[in-house]
């Protein structure tokens, strides 16, 4: 990591959450691009982006919905743009790799295993619903499974490799570190690799500190110094692993895709209120916010020009 530099990621809707639950979700693309430039100007680097079908806010992966808001935030401001290829856990590979191939970002998530993506739970805290797919798709999840196999995820990497894309190796368990090491020693991806951990889905490791510790301790013995390490808390303890990492020498990742908190009780607003909170830690822990441009020196990025945005 460039010395004392933290690189922020926000992840400005995503797919996970409803319109129910939070009347500050971004779901069409003018508030998407809005959400993303407002985290940017409150110090993220990088916004991770997912669409939404702009009526009733169904997870949508149409390359024509994510045009609008990517020409937005491209004129207005210089963050690095990082594409979905997971989509909603419910989706075709060939669905969910539609806008990163069409759009050819500079960074695009990419899974590193198949697993179980429990988001059930999340139905017993709303008794009302504003659309009828939201509980239906949250309860679909018991009996679903996030495919991410190594076919896949070769032939992901086969796509997306060759137009200069680089990715944000979503690891939810320590399985996915090795998949990830299994990748690399094969020459299928290059180091400087973007490891973001990933914490608190059911299904994959939870957000304890020692399973924070355990990730991290895995990533530095299979990977040295040829990776970024940055972390993700699903819901309330977003912040408390913000703060664990960045003291450890890592980077972050907030955003209403992960939680849609700003404290115990009180929903986050803006995304920006998220980014802003964790620069506040990263700044007094002595550290700085990375740059745009800080952001692609540290992760090797091939530059805003060289997309099909």
Request: proline share 6%; glycine share 10%; hydrophobic share 40%.
């Amino acid at each position: 990591m460039a010395k004392g530099k933290v690189i922020i990621s926000c992840a400005v809707t995503g797919a996970i959450h409803t319109p129910t639950m939070s009347p500050h979700l971004p779901v069409t693309a003018e508030e998407i691009a809005e959400a993303a430039i407002g985290a940017a100007e409150a110090g993220a680097a990088i916004i991770h982006l997912h669409a939404r079908n702009p009526v009733d806010g169904r997870p949508d992966q149409d390359p024509d919905l994510f045009e609008p808001f990517l020409k937005v935030i491209k004129q207005r401001c210089d963050a690095v743009i990082n594409l979905t290829t997971g989509g909603h856990p419910s989706m075709r590979l060939e669905e969910r790799l539609r806008p990163a191939t069409h759009f050819q970002p500079e960074v695009a998530s990419l899974n590193m295993g198949t697993m179980g993506f429990g988001l059930f739970p999340m139905q017993q805290r709303y008794s009302e619903w504003k659309h009828a797919w939201e509980p239906q798709l949250l309860e679909a999840s018991r009996d679903l499974v996030f495919k991410n196999s190594y076919k896949d995820i070769e032939g992901l990497l086969g796509l997306l490799a060759p137009l200069g894309t680089r990715f944000e190796f979503e690891c939810y368990d320590t399985s996915h570190l090795y998949n990830l090491a299994h990748f690399l020693e094969r020459g299928l991806v290059k180091p400087p690799l973007f490891v973001q951990t990933c914490f608190g889905i059911l299904g994959g490791i939870g957000s304890h500190p020692d399973d924070v510790m355990h990730m991290k301790r895995t990533a530095d013995r299979l990977f040295g110094d040829q990776y970024e390490w940055s972390v993700l808390g699903a819901g309330a303890r977003q912040m408390r692993i913000v703060a664990m990492a960045a003291a450890m020498g890592g980077n972050v990742r907030v955003g209403l895709e992960d939680s849609l908190w700003a404290g115990p009780g009180r929903l986050a607003q803006t995304n920006a209120e998220q980014v802003a909170t964790a620069r506040r830690i990263i700044e007094g822990l002595g550290l700085s916010v990375a740059t745009p441009e800080e952001a692609r020196a540290m992760l090797a990025l091939k530059g805003g020009d060289r997309t099909a945005i």
